[in-house]
């Protein structure tokens, strides 16, 4: 066989092969999914009781709302699960053999876990939660991680401060399965002594000789400051980036929505309206709700969109404004009804339902695009104090899936309701949920997700959605700052279609052969005419 027939051979293997691996199958990644062209393994570091679980889970939590496939492997649960009564510290000393053969061996059977999530089931970041506080076990993950061909990142959490450690053990381990009893002072006395088991052998990771040439971030005394070394690629970056915004302190974030809007009384989606009468009536219940919770501190966000301004005004506090924080934007579809785009886009509104995550309006946003707009919104709510954000219904959705962990699937169906507020108070590994709503009627804007099969014909499936950037050929959108009944000082441009002769657009209902063409030469003629009128103006 020549060398050409073989190097053919192998390349038609090779594509077999991608075509029979789940990862390479049809499934649907996001724009974040490509930041990795390898997998990659977190690996944390450091003394129990040093807050790794909960960076892991928060850092877990924030690469899984941007799209990237992660999972927490806490080796706690497999020890627990080798060993099911937990009885002293004994079991963490360095000279109790028999216990460090059964922790070995749990971490071995953590890493084959570890190998299935990022090659078989479509994982790109695996979070390996465990004290790795030795050289040696470093070592086995290294020699583990160069085997298989992933990346590894080092995350290292150094803290000397007794109250912050006497905190964590109190506010977390108390809890923990390992003690059942939950006696405070014995908890801490057998914590503490798990901890000076740890210490004897904890060798931490030497960026001058030892380790310089590893990826790692040393994180000290709670982000007091940090130490970042050898960052590879673009998602180390992005995870240095987060764990370097996240604050351990006690604050609560306050969501809601504006006040009813004139859309919303007309079923109408996007636009600039104003408040209803009875968005109004709870703007000034809202300011009744921050006084008697005495937020006397609290920062207030908007976005750039009248009806969130409007609601802020009532409560005679300072407030920012984002333009981040604005509304998705529907393309063609600002201002319409369901109905009306149902009517006028069927296979739009049918796509849509689809896959209402990745689906992305013509001209405007998807679900996908509104999270990583919204990524700079969630880095500051990590690092600030008590904060109120009056926002929309799609932007509410995307900053509360963030908190409660929610998925892709769940995101969009979300129950947001006017004139309801919700606090969000950060606690150990989660974000607690009180719910307050200000008795001021309104009407409800959610719709459900569709009930049963949906129609996916092939055809369409793929047409558009975040990552196919294409969307359909009328391309005129509404302008976002204006509402209906006020005209913008510049004329719209027709739709392209309006502009085809008779003979093509009947061609375009019945096919879509030649619209590509035709759309171009249109939307070019559309320009040229907007350019004619603004300049005669």
């Given at each position: ?127 390996f939660d465990a004290t ?236 996908q695009d509104l999270v ?151 939307t070019l003629t559309a ?11």
């Open positions: 066989m020549s060398s050409t027939q073989r190097e053919n051979g192998a390349s038609t293997n090779s594509i077999e092969a991608k075509k029979a691996d789940p990862r390479w199958s049809e499934k649907k990644c996001s724009w974040a999914s490509y930041m990795t062209n390898s997998p990659t393994m977190i690996v944390m570091i450091g003394l129990p009781a040093r807050g790794k679980t909960y960076m892991s889970k928060k850092l877990t939590r924030y690469l899984n709302w941007i799209g990237v496939p992660t999972k927490v492997f806490n080796l706690g649960v497999y020890r627990r699960e080798a060993v099911r009564a937990y009885k002293s510290y004994d079991f963490f000393r360095h000279d109790n053999e028999e216990a460090m053969k059964i922790r070995k061996q749990c971490a071995l059977v953590a890493l084959q876990d570890v190998r299935v999530y990022l090659t078989e089931e479509w994982g790109q970041i695996a979070v790795n506080t030795t050289r040696e076990r470093r070592d086995l993950i290294q020699a583990f991680v160069k085997e298989n061909g992933f990346k590894v990142f080092f995350v290292e959490s150094v803290c000397d401060d007794p109250d912050v450690i006497a905190a964590n053990i109190l506010e977390v381990k108390v809890s923990s399965p390992d003690y059942p009893e939950k006696h405070r002072e014995r908890v801490m006395e057998d914590f503490l002594k798990r901890i000076e088991c740890y210490k004897v052998t904890y060798q931490p990771l030497d960026p001058d000789d030892y380790d310089k040439d590893l990826s790692f971030i040393k994180v000290i005394n709670v982000g007091q400051r940090f130490l970042v070394n050898r960052v590879q690629d673009y998602i180390q970056s992005k995870i240095v980036y987060y764990l370097m915004n996240i604050h351990v302190h006690s604050h609560s974030i306050y969501l809601c929505r504006h006040g009813e809007s004139d859309h919303n009384v007309e079923g109408r989606i996007g636009g600039d309206s104003e408040l209803s009468p009875r968005g109004k009536q709870f703007a000034h219940a809202l300011r009744d709700f921050i006084d008697e919770h005495n937020l006397s501190d609290l920062k207030v966000w908007t976005s750039q969109l009248r009806r969130t301004i409007q609601t802020a005004e009532e409560l005679g506090v300072p407030y920012e404004q984002w333009k981040i924080l604005n509304e998705i934007d529907a393309g063609v579809c600002e201002e319409m009804t369901y109905q009306m785009i149902q009517e006028t886009f069927p296979e739009e509104f049918a796509l849509r339902d689809q896959d209402k995550y990745h689906y992305r309006y013509p001209g405007g946003e998807s679900y990583q707009r919204l990524e700079p919104v969630i880095m500051e709510l990590e690092r600030q104090g008590n904060v109120l954000v009056i926002c929309h219904q799609a932007v509410m959705r995307c900053l509360l899936a963030y908190f409660l962990d929610k998925g892709a699937d769940d995101l969009p169906y979300m129950k947001c309701p006017l004139h309801t507020v919700l606090k969000l108070t950060p606690v150990a590994y989660g974000c607690k949920v009180e719910m307050f709503y200000l008795n001021v009627e309104a009407v409800n804007t959610h719709r459900d997700r569709p009930i049963g099969n949906i129609p996916r014909e092939s055809a369409l499936i793929h047409r558009r959605n975040s990552y196919t950037p294409l969307s359909s050929h009328d391309q005129v959108k509404r302008p976002r700052l204006y509402s209906a009944g006020n005209q913008p000082w510049l004329p719209l441009a027709p739709a392209p279609s309006a502009l085809m002769p008779e003979s093509l657009q009947s061609q375009t209902r019945t096919g879509r052969s030649c619209l590509i063409p035709c759309a171009k030469e249109s320009a040229k005419k907007l350019v004619a009128v603004s300049a005669s103006e």
